[in-house]
């Protein structure tokens, strides 16, 4: 079993809000070292980082979704979490969860992936 | 932003063969400081996540089969399957952690030939 794992509605329609959660079932999510990232993957094509966040609640965010995503945590259940406004066909994809140590470093330990539709 | 092109986009290689794939970053990804290149290469298997193989440039992740090996440095670097087996065929990706966002190479696909 991995021990990140994602969740939450595979369907979504068009203008709204996409909400996704990971928890983390290894106990890490309460180590400093460790970031917490969503990445996506549109069916059939390549990896793009969409944002992550720290323990302390700090965010980093692509430019190219900034304007309508949000990542949280909640240390307190292992969990960190998306949310996508407004979706498009665009953001129809698989979308996973994964950590790194340190900012600016590899992402070593990923979900297994949840596969989010955009249709109405 | 540093963007990553991979190539070739797919490539079939015999049972046994020397399978290499190349990745150049359109800047260098080089911290010289620490003289280390900030470079991942990631195997992706269908319906699998991506798993992490190398890392600043050349360093095998824990587990990794030594038949993986990464090279270059700067803008121009190298995954090399030394012995392709029936199990390294996926899509792999190199990837830039040096700046944000850390962009990802478009996938080279690795098949048996």
């Known amino acids: 079993q991995l021990p990140l794992q994602e969740s939450g509605p595979g369907l979504v329609k068009p203008s709204e809000t996409l909400s996704l959660t990971c928890a983390v079932s290894?106990?890490?999510?309460?180590?400093?070292?460790?970031?917490w990232t969503w990445i996506r993957q549109p069916p059939g094509k390549g990896l793009e980082w969409i944002g992550t966040i720290y323990y302390s609640g700090n965010t980093f965010y692509n430019p190219s979704v900034k304007s309508r995503v949000t990542i949280s945590v909640d240390t307190s259940k292992s969990q960190f979490s998306l949310q996508l406004t407004s979706v498009t066909a665009a953001d129809m994809a698989v979308y996973y969860c994964?950590?790194?140590?340190?900012?600016?470093?590899?992402?070593?330990?990923w979900g297994q992936g949840t596969l989010v539709t955009v249709s109405s | 932003d540093i963007v990553m092109t991979q190539s070739p986009d797919s490539l079939a290689v015999s049972l046994g063969e020397r399978a290499t794939i190349n990745c150049k970053s359109s800047?260098?990804?080089?911290?010289?400081?620490?003289?280390?290149?900030?470079l991942a290469w990631y195997q992706q298997k269908p319906g699998q996540p991506p798993k992490l193989l190398i890392y600043w440039a050349s360093t095998r992740e824990s587990g990794v089969p030594d038949r993986f090996s990464g090279s270059g440095s700067g803008t121009d670097f190298t995954l090399t399957i030394s012995s392709l087996q029936a199990e390294d065929v996926a899509v792999y990706y190199c990837q830039q952690y040096y700046t944000t966002p850390p962009f990802f190479g478009q996938g080279t696909r690795v098949e048996i030939k």
């Open positions: 800047q260098s990804v080089l911290y010289t400081s620490t003289n280390r290149n900030y």
């Open positions: 290894d106990g890490s999510m309460n180590i400093s070292l460790y970031y």
């Open positions: 994964a950590r790194h140590r340190g900012f600016h470093s590899p992402f070593n330990s």
